[in-house]
């Protein structure tokens, strides 16, 4: 387990996160969701370790996650951010690969793995191409693959592993956020603990195992996506007009705009 | 293209240029009396005080160059980072400079001593330097990049101011002395510069031909390198140290050479690819190689004076970065 405990962290006089507390479980799925600068992406940062909260502390498998040396956390825990430039042209196999860089693969093992990886994601036959000739949509997918990589290379069970996503599905067309977000699905359900910030509060309430919200740095709501509906959580935090419907298929609540 | 054709071809390239640094200048020498060993004493003279320790000299410090080159890009994550911004090289001009300007203070120097006072003067400049830097650009334990960056820019302008002023005060011979000793020049080689060079460039090569797998996550962002278990802190530190290193003991040795470490990298990822386990070693080879060759040239062209070396490579070296640039501009349109 992944938790945070009363974290609250400062920047430059503003309050980024307010006393938070919230946890990521071994096989769950688990969005984060809120507005713009609501803090977000500062949570991530704060659990993968990259930045440290004034106040609280970040437990793993209840350790500090300061306690844990870089290279072993390679070994357990990747994270993808917003955005992921290459000044230098690679080839999409070579971006890929360096997800491996924490393990010692055999070629044929590591190409084995880069070409099912690719294929999960939406890219298959794109291992030579040039990273920078491809779209948005298709560099997000390549580093998708390669924090994926990162976790599968070394670890025949996901369950101790875990996966953190700043809007993996930010510039992705419909088919391939729908196949991302089924394939998340599927890795938890092998026991992976995946945190995905995303924006979509349908998707997050319709793949989302629990929810986190988050507004102004404060946590709004932790929970399972049916119960989003006990009180106005999304339409007070989101300041949007809003119509709250059901999802045709699944007990869970879907947005819709007020024209 | 096969893993080991790059090696191939450069290291082709390297031994041609070895060759013909051996046997081609203001007094030829034949390459199979060399082969066969049937050269007579003042030949096996010229061969071995001379021609061998500067060959030798030009594949040291080419490929120092160019390793830093290819180190200082993928630590800026920029393509038109060069050795030279850090500013260790004209620190180092700086105290050169000094001991070329105020050595009529010191006394009458004899001959054999001068260039081991000019060299040492340099090297002092360059470790100076470096300590400075260091100090300028670890902030909470941390090296910043744009820290690095602008104290680089400082200390050029600084230097240059300074080595401006020294230009101001010498006298005609002494900046002669001053502009040659800027344009680079290996004739001062002599096989204790050779064995100096030797015993800090080959380790640096081999430790940087290691660690080219972490350069490689370097160029994802330091954040994404972090991530995948780099101890990023500590390894920026080591590479500036040995882009410092490698930079001063050039620059000791062998004056201000220009361009090699921009250049070379550029040209091996334009050949073949950008994966830092190629570039790095691929361009400690292409560098030794072009080095080795311009200081041929620079012998060949005004017989029986020289060129300095420096002044051939930046004449190769400026239409090379002009065209980068505009291609450059041209890609981001």
Known sequence: MLQANNVSLSRGGNLLLDCVSMSLESGELLMVLGPNGAGKSTLLSCLSGAVHGDAGEILLEAKPLSAFPIETLAK??????????????????????????????????????????????????????????????????????????????GNDDLSGCYLLLDEPIAALDLEQQQRVLRLLKTLSAKGLAVLCVIHDINLAALYGDRLVLLDNGRLMFQGKPADLTAKPYIESAYQADLIRLHHAQMAVPQWQFQV | MNIRSPYIILLGALLLMMAMALTQGAYSLSW??????????????????????????????????????????????????????????????????????????????????????????????????????????????????LHLLLAGI?????????????????????????????????????????????????PICGYVFRQSKNLNLLLLGEEEARYLGLNVERFKFRLVAVVALCVGITVAFAGLIGFVGLMVPHLVRLLFGSDNRLVVPCSALLGAALLTGADTVARLLVIPAELPVGLVTSLLGGPFFLWLLINNIKESR
Not at chain 1, 125 to 140: A, F, H, I, T
Not at chain 2, 51 to 61: G, N, Q, S, Y
Not at chain 2, 77 to 105: H, K, T, Y
Not at chain 2, 111 to 130: D, E, H, M, N, P
Request: aromatic share 6%.
């Open chain 1, 76 to 153: 357990k825990r990747a994270v993808l951010t917003q955005q992921v430039t290459m000044v230098f042209n690679f080839t999409v196999e070579q971006v890929v690969s360096l997800g491996l860089a924490p393990w010692s693969l055999g070629v044929k093992q590591a190409d084995e793995l880069i070409q099912r990886t690719l294929m999960d994601v939406g890219l298959p036959n794109m291992q030579k191409r040039d990273y920078n000739s491809l779209s948005g949509g298709e560099q997000q997918r390549a580093q998708l693959a390669r924090v994926l990589v990162q976790l599968l290379a």
């Open chain 2, 32 to 145: 199979s009396a060399i082969l066969f060993d049937k050269i007579g004493s003042i030949d096996q003279q010229i061969l071995m005080t001379v021609r061998l320790p500067r060959l030798l000299m030009a594949v040291l410090v080419g490929a120092a160059l160019a390793v830093s080159g290819s180190l200082m890009q993928a630590l800026f994550r920029n393509p038109l980072a060069d050795p030279g911004l850090l500013g260790v090289s004209a620190g180092a001009s700086v105290f050169v400079g000094v001991l070329i300007v105020f050595q009529p203070a010191l006394g009458a120097v004899p001959l054999w001593a001068k260039s081991y006072l000019q060299s040492g003067a340099g090297f002092i400049g360059a470790v100076g330097t470096c300590a400075l830097i260091f100090s300028l650009s670890k902030h909470q334990g941390k090296v910043s990049v």
């Open chain 2, 154 to 202: 400082a200390i050029n302008a600084l230097a240059g101011a300074a080595t401006g002023l020294l230009t101001y005060v010498s006298n005609d011979e002494q900046l002669r002395a001053l502009s040659f000793w800027s344009m680079g020049n290996l004739g001062g080689a002599r096989w204790e510069h050779v064995i100096v060079l030797a015993s800090l460039v080959l």
